[in-house]
Nanobody, 119 residues
């Protein structure tokens, strides 16, 4: 079992930066994917960025060049560095871990943290 605890959300002006953190309590090993998703009011949850156990990353087109996903294995923590924030980045951000191998596949979600970008 894995518990994810997020922190780092808040209020920021357009053009500003925030770093979200997601601490994982429990064992994450083998083949897995770490990810950040977000959900704005009235919209579906969408993938923002993911990082697989092989080190590969993937970003939504809307955040490419502005957001960076990373992990600190020693701290068992994943991060989302967000730069050049825009009002349309306003959403609740969720960290997500999908463990793939060894099976069975499991999905774990953080509680969500609000990011509001406004002047």
């Amino acid at each position: 079992q894995v518990e994810l605890v997020e922190s780092g959300g808040g209020l920021v002006q357009p053009g500003g930066s925030l770093t979200l953190s997601c601490a994982a309590y429990g064992n994450i090993f083998g083949v897995y994917v770490l990810a950040w998703h977000r959900q704005a009011i009235g919209k579906q949850r969408e993938l923002v960025a993911d990082l697989n156990s092989g080190g590969g990353t993937n970003y939504a087109d809307s955040v490419k060049g502005r957001f960076t996903i990373s992990r600190d294995n020693a701290q068992n923590t994943m991060y989302l560095q967000m730069n050049a924030l825009k009002p349309e980045d306003t959403a609740v951000y969720y960290c997500h871990v999908r463990t793939i191998f060894p099976g069975p596949e499991n999905n774990y979600w953080g509680q969500g943290t609000q990011v509001t970008v406004t002047s």
